[in-house]
């Protein structure tokens, strides 16, 4: 299990809400994603984060980790954190993805299916903002979060 920090453990009302620096779409980002500029590419209704999509993590000019899952009035409920060291699966519980159910194969199974939709959807916008290789990348990676599955 990886370590969590930040709001692990926090009463509902003790959430840590963020928004994106440009779209200004709030969410709470999952713990293990860790503090920094995250941007939400996905829907935003009632300005807070929906459906299915990703949080990245900005490290400087790079790409830092990213959620991929589905959002639910600025919460994550389900899906896969892409880490340096790996992924991290599950439903949303104690401030990050993959704390208690992490014994359940069919939820891990359910989040992985999720994160490829949400992968698929990201590669979609980026491909009708014509930027084809953010496509191109986001298409491959929805592939490997399937065969995650298998």
């Known amino acids: 299990m990886l370590c969590s920090h930040g709001s692990a453990g926090a009463a509902p009302g003790d959430r840590q809400w963020t928004q994106d620096p440009s779209s200004h ?3 709470v ?3 293990s994603l860790s503090s920094g500029p995250t ?3 996905g829907a935003c209704v009632d300005g807070k984060a929906s459906g299915e999509g990703m949080l990245r993590r900005r490290d400087g000019d790079k790409a830092g980790a990213a959620f991929f899952g589905r959002m639910k009035d600025g919460l994550p409920e389900i899906g896969v954190v892409d880490l340096t060291e790996g992924y991290r699966a599950g439903s949303f519980s104690d401030g990050d993805i993959g704390g208690q159910a992490e014994s359940d194969p069919q939820d891990q199974i359910d989040a992985f299916r999720i994160a490829a939709r949400a992968a698929r959807s990201v590669s979609a916008q980026y491909a009708a903002e014509k ?3 953010s496509a191109r990348l986001y298409e491959e990676l929805a592939k490997t979060l399937e065969q995650q599955t298998d």
């Open 131 to 133: 930027n084809s290789g």
């Open 29 to 31: 980002a999952p713990a």
């Open 25 to 27: 779409c709030k969410f």
């Open 39 to 41: 941007f939400w590419i």
